[in-house]
């Protein structure tokens, strides 16, 4: 079984920086690939960044390039979510995951997740 728990949502204005992290256990954990994905009332999850398990190829929704920045320390069982420049479009509960596939070529947005942490709310103000 895998646990992701995730930290360092909170409330900031438009234009500011945050710094997402969620920490990992479980054997399986080193071999999976992990991402983040972030939801709001009404709406299913959305993509937001992924990487494999070493964290050397990363990927991103077109909303969030140039602007987020996902890395991983399969040391110390961490993955992060550097949000810059956020806008009030990012507000949402933001949730890390892990699944093979998140470091698959074959991942789409729509592929279904084994793992979820709890969530983080993310709040940003015009």
């Known amino acids: 079984q895998v646990q992701l728990v995730e930290s360092g949502g909170g409330l900031v204005q438009a234009g500011g920086s945050l710094r997402l992290s969620c920490a990992a256990s479980g054997r399986a954990f080193g071999s999976f690939g992990m991402g983040w994905f972030r939801q709001v009332p009404g709406k299913g999850r959305e993509f937001v960044a992924r990487t494999n398990w070493s964290g050397s190829s990363r990927y991103y929704a077109d909303s969030v390039k140039g602007r987020f920045t996902i890395s991983r320390d399969y040391v110390q069982n961490m993955v992060y979510l550097q949000m810059d420049t956020l806008k009030p479009e990012d507000t949402a509960v933001y949730y890390c995951?892990?699944?093979?596939?998140?470091?698959?070529?074959?991942?789409?947005?729509?592929?279904?997740?084994?793992?979820w942490g709890q969530g983080t709310q993310v709040t940003v103000s015009s």
């Open positions: 995951a892990a699944d093979r596939i998140l470091g698959s070529i074959e991942f789409t947005g729509e592929s279904e997740i084994a793992y």
